[in-house]
């Protein structure tokens, strides 16, 4: 699951895929995190091509993975250096070893820890990874052509019929809508078939061992075990991203923990293989994390011209009643519900774009990927399914995605003028966002946040 990497992951409603899906490349707190869905979606996983169900997007390179650099990682950290990754893997036997007194504190036997770790050794491409900096490329409506498409919306609607017993038995149990589990499915893996083939063992050993974020993944590592040793899964079973996230719907071995449930009494809790238990976990994981059962997750709507998008701000929820006082619209034409429910604004594309009233359950979609972007395509895919249509305005197309140096360049130059305080980094969180708009009002433009060549153009004075 996407959400997983709530430690640190920001998203800012700009334009750029980077912008609303990458944050802080942190390690996801509930699922399989932007670590593994970003590696997906920018290193070719997912393609525009879209392949047919079942088949992968794109052949192994030849000659198997890729090793290790050798190189420092990007982050400049202490523990990122090459010879810092070195002598960790040097002493990476005694580093497994010493989690015994950990591992024996949550009931793992002896024989299970010697098991489950014998032959254990560290894949140190994941300090590539860990550390990557990848320059994205891909616009918001690129990113959601992707992944809400003919292809995988037919095959959504196979998995929905197929399993119709376990999602009415789902809803029961849960409310949670069945197809808001479905887009998660789809989207995560296109329906199991995107999974990941890393040995989950093996990449949170490593990165509990080596590297800048050791606390936070000895604790995935030891949760994997617990999963082993209680019997719910097989180390075969338990293979995925690099970040340690497996399943069709990409659980984190202590998201796991938290929601995962035996939904037909078998005595395992196996989210692989089992459709009934997958599905129950998923909208267990929902559910606890506030889903509000009968409510959508929010509304296309029409933003009127001249509007001020300084309220166009996930702080800032309103009434629909208030909205409509502001002359917001569905973009459908229907009426809002009759509901005192608030919603924010989110206008991805800035006054260029359709805007979204955002509710509860948006939020809760973004716990499990703290990720507008994300939360956004799943919300859409779900509709889809459902049987609405696509979007009713258009996006900016014409539009170009800034470059890394680009939007290095206006963190930069806005600096430069007093509107932004940060350290330029190429990703535009909330602090560049509401710098960008406030050099925008100076100049009398829209304050949206929307970073077009246009904008950089401006800051450079020409």
């Known amino acids: 699951m996407l959400a997983a990497l709530k430690a640190g992951a920001t998203a800012a409603a700009v334009v750029t895929v980077v912008t609303m899906v990458s944050g802080s490349a942190s390690a996801q707190s509930t699922g399989g995190g932007p670590l593994n869905f970003l590696d997906s979606l920018f290193t070719g ?49 005694a580093c497994v070893a010493g989690m015994w007194p950990d591992a024996a504190r949550r009931n793992i036997t002896q024989d299970n820890f010697q098991r ?6 560290p894949d140190l491409r994941i300090m590539d990874l860990l550390d990557a ?23 959504g609607r196979e998995v929905l019929a197929k399993y119709k017993a376990q999602f009415d038995a789902t809803e029961r149990a849960y409310g949670v809508d069945r197809y808001i589990i479905a887009a998660i499915w789809g989207i995560e893996s296109n329906y199991s078939t995107q999974i990941g083939d890393r040995s989950v063992l093996q990449s949170t050993a490593t990165l509990a061992c080596i590297g800048r974020r050791q606390a936070y993944f000895k604790d995935e590592f030891l949760s994997a075990l617990e999963i082993l040793n209680r019997g719910d899964l097989r180390p075969e079973q338990m293979r995925g991203s690099w970040a340690g996230a497996f399943g069709p719907t990409q659980f984190m071995p202590t998201a ?39 409510q959508s997750w929010g509304y296309e709507v029409a933003v ?69 972007a994300y939360a956004l395509a799943i919300g859409h895919f779900a509709d889809r399914l459902r049987g609405a249509p696509p979007f009713v305005q258009a996006w ?29 980094d190429g990703q535009f969180g909330g602090q560049t966002r509401e710098a960008l708009r406030n050099f925008q009002a100076s100049i009398g433009a829209p304050a949206d946040g929307f970073a077009t060549s246009d904008v950089l153009e401006r800051l450079r004075g020409r």
């Open 396 to 424: 900016p197309r014409e539009e170009r995605t800034l470059s890394r140096a680009e939007r290095l360049e206006l963190q930069q130059l806005l600096a430069d003028r007093g509107f932004y305080r940060g350290t330029p």
């Open 304 to 372: 009127p011209q001249g509007f001020n998008y300084m309220l166009a701000d996930r702080a800032k929820s309103m009434s629909f009643g208030q909205w409509e006082q502001l002359g917001l619209k569905r973009a459908n034409g229907q009426p809002f519900p009759a509901t005192n429910e608030k919603a924010y604004l989110l206008a991805p594309a800035g006054a260029q774009g359709p805007g979204f009233l955002m509710l509860q359950n948006f939020r809760v979609i973004m716990k499990y990927n703290p990720a507008e």
């Open 45 to 93: 996983t997912l393609t525009k091509g879209n392949p047919s169900p079942g088949q992968p997007a794109q052949a192994p390179s030849p000659g198997g993975p890729q090793p290790w650099s050798g190189e420092d990682g990007a982050s400049g950290h202490p523990l990122m250096t090459a010879a810092a990754i070195r002598e960790a893997a040097g002493n990476f036997d």
């Open 133 to 155: 900096q990848p320059e994205f490329t891909k616009s918001i409506w690129d990113y959601l052509d992707i992944l809400v498409n003919d292809n995988r919306l037919a095959k």
């Open 256 to 294: 796991f923990k938290r929601f995962a449930v035996d939904a037909d009494g078998d005595g395992r809790r196996d989210v692989v293989d089992n459709p009934a238990d997958l599905i129950a976990s998923t909208a267990n994981n929902l559910k606890k994390d506030g889903w509000q059962s009968g």
């Open 116 to 121: 489950f770790t014998a032959g254990l050794s």
